[in-house]
Structure formats: structure tokens, C-alpha cells
């Protein structure tokens, strides 16, 4: 059964820093692409950053390009999000989910329950 | 980027057929291959993946669900909802990224 657990979110203020991770099992983490997706408060989806299986290719939305990072450690089977310089705009629950692909054309298949991050002073 | 509209509300009553739609404000379609998918959300849970590439039946999912439409037109049949199906529903295209987009979504309420 896959399973994804995001942890690491909390109340932070604006201009600080966060990092969120998300442990993956049973499947074979190392083979497939991982996003980050959030959703803030009473409203849609937004996804925000991709890493490909190899970390060979990252890719962001522009709302959080040069703020946040991707990364994954495959040895660990954990995907990560490294949020800097933090806006109140960046409330949100995130999700970390597995990717499925067709080359580039990508959609989600498994969801984490995932993690609340609010900025606020 | 894809713009992707749903109509925020539908009301169904339960046995009956829900027909949500979500319209692209370009093509998300590549030769015969339908780059939308969608997404349930139940409140306070992670959505879970219901139909991919338009009209596929993801794993575990019940036959009542079913997905068509091409090109900018798209639509997320079921028949006949059930109470367990009040939740709100996504459609996300993968034809141009980044990034990918989601349809801002339809709540699917009890008439």
C-alpha cells in the first residue's frame, strides 16, 4: 500500500524559514517523479514543484520560484520542501504526492494527508 | 497557462446522475490522448486521484464514476451518487506545464 506522510509544518512569521519533509512506502520511491501541492484555506489546488526521480530536473511555480526548494534523499525514501523568506500568502496545507507520467504530462496518483503551514506575525 | 472552469456548486439528489463539467481555455488534448484528470476531495482528507487521462478508472475506484469530453470540454459522470460521493471534485490538465493546473472545483451538495 503507498503511503506518503508529510511533516515539518507549524506557525512561522513572515520572513522566516521552513522545512517540510515527506516519508513514502511501498512503493518503489526512487523510480518516480514527487510534487508538492497545496491548498490554502477554503480554497483550490496549486501546485507548486516538481522533482524527477533522479532530482535531474526540478520545476516551480512562478508563486514560489527562488523562495522554495525540492530536494529528496532516495537512500531515505523522503522527499523534501525548503520554504524561505515566507509571506502570509504561503498559508497552506501542503500535500506531497506521487507523480505519474507520460513524458512530461504528468498527473497525481497518491496524496499524503498533509502538513499545515501558517505565516502569520 | 490553462486556465481550467468548474461551476463551484452542484446539487444532486442522492440515486440520481451528477454530471460535473470543467472546460479548458485551450485544448488539453494531444492527438487521441485527453490530458485531463480528476481529483475527489472529501472535507478534511487529501484528494484522491478518481479518473486519469479523461476517461481511465483509477485503481480501487467504484464503476458509478466515469469521465469523458476532449479537446476543451470535459466531464466527471456519476451515476447514481451516493452519500459517500458529497465531496468536491478537481480536474487538472497536464498538456502544458509547468505548471500543472487545477479547475478551481465543483462541491457536489445533497438537494
Given at each position: 500500500?503507498?503511503?506518503?506522510?508529510?511533516?515539518?509544518?507549524?506557525?512561522?512569521?513572515?520572513?522566516?524559514?521552513?522545512?517540510?519533509?515527506?516519508?513514502?512506502?511501498?512503493?518503489?520511491?526512487?523510480?518516480y517523479g514527487m510534487h508538492?501541492?497545496?491548498?490554502?484555506?477554503?480554497?483550490?489546488?496549486?501546485?507548486?514543484?516538481l522533482i524527477y526521480y533522479?532530482?535531474?530536473?526540478?520545476?516551480?511555480?512562478?508563486?514560489?520560484?527562488?523562495?522554495?526548494?525540492?530536494?529528496?534523499?532516495?537512500?531515505?525514501?523522503?522527499?523534501?520542501?525548503?520554504?524561505?523568506?515566507?509571506?502570509?500568502?504561503?498559508?497552506?496545507?501542503?500535500?506531497?504526492?506521487k507523480g505519474?507520467n507520460?513524458?512530461?504530462?504528468w498527473?497525481?496518483?497518491?496524496?499524503?494527508?498533509?502538513?499545515?503551514?501558517?505565516?502569520?506575525? | 497557462?490553462?486556465?481550467?472552469?468548474?461551476?463551484?456548486?452542484?446539487?444532486?439528489?442522492?440515486?440520481?446522475?451528477?454530471?460535473?463539467?470543467?472546460?479548458?481555455?485551450?485544448?488539453?488534448?494531444?492527438?487521441?490522448?485527453?490530458?485531463?484528470?480528476?481529483?475527489?476531495?472529501?472535507?478534511?482528507?487529501?484528494?484522491?486521484?478518481?479518473?486519469?487521462?479523461?476517461?481511465?478508472?483509477?485503481?480501487?475506484?467504484?464503476?458509478?464514476?466515469?469521465?469523458?469530453?476532449?479537446?476543451?470540454?470535459?466531464?466527471?459522470?456519476?451515476?447514481?451518487?451516493?452519500?459517500?460521493?458529497?465531496?468536491?471534485?478537481?480536474?487538472?490538465?497536464?498538456?502544458?506545464?509547468?505548471?500543472?493546473?487545477?479547475?478551481?472545483?465543483?462541491?457536489?451538495?445533497?438537494?
Amino acid at each position: 500500500e503507498v503511503q506518503l506522510v508529510e511533516s515539518g509544518g507549524g506557525l512561522v512569521k513572515p520572513g522566516s524559514s521552513l522545512k517540510l519533509s515527506c516519508v513514502a512506502s511501498g512503493f518503489t520511491f526512487s523510480s518516480y517523479g514527487m510534487h508538492w501541492i497545496r491548498q490554502a484555506p477554503k480554497k483550490g489546488l496549486e501546485w507548486i514543484a516538481l522533482i524527477y526521480y533522479d532530482s535531474s530536473n526540478k520545476y516551480y511555480a512562478d508563486s514560489v520560484k527562488g523562495r522554495f526548494t525540492i530536494s529528496r534523499d532516495n537512500s531515505k525514501n523522503t522527499l523534501y520542501l525548503e520554504m524561505n523568506s515566507l509571506r502570509s500568502e504561503d498559508t497552506a496545507m501542503y500535500y506531497c504526492a506521487k507523480g505519474n507520467n507520460y513524458g512530461d504530462y504528468w498527473y497525481f496518483d497518491f496524496w499524503g494527508p498533509g502538513t499545515m503551514v501558517t505565516v502569520s506575525s | 497557462d490553462i486556465v481550467l472552469t468548474q461551476s463551484p456548486v452542484l446539487a444532486v439528489s442522492l440515486g440520481q446522475r451528477a454530471t460535473i463539467s470543467c472546460r479548458a481555455s485551450q485544448s488539453v488534448s494531444i492527438s487521441s490522448i485527453n490530458l485531463m484528470h480528476w481529483y475527489q476531495q472529501k472535507p478534511g482528507q487529501q484528494p484522491k486521484l478518481l479518473i486519469y487521462r479523461a476517461s481511465n478508472l483509477a485503481s480501487g475506484i467504484p464503476a458509478r464514476f466515469s469521465g469523458s469530453g476532449s479537446g476543451t470540454d470535459f466531464t466527471l459522470t456519476i451515476d447514481p451518487v451516493q452519500a459517500d460521493d458529497i465531496a468536491a471534485y478537481y480536474c487538472q490538465q497536464s498538456r502544458e506545464s509547468p505548471p500543472w493546473t487545477f479547475g478551481g472545483g465543483t462541491k457536489l451538495e445533497l438537494k
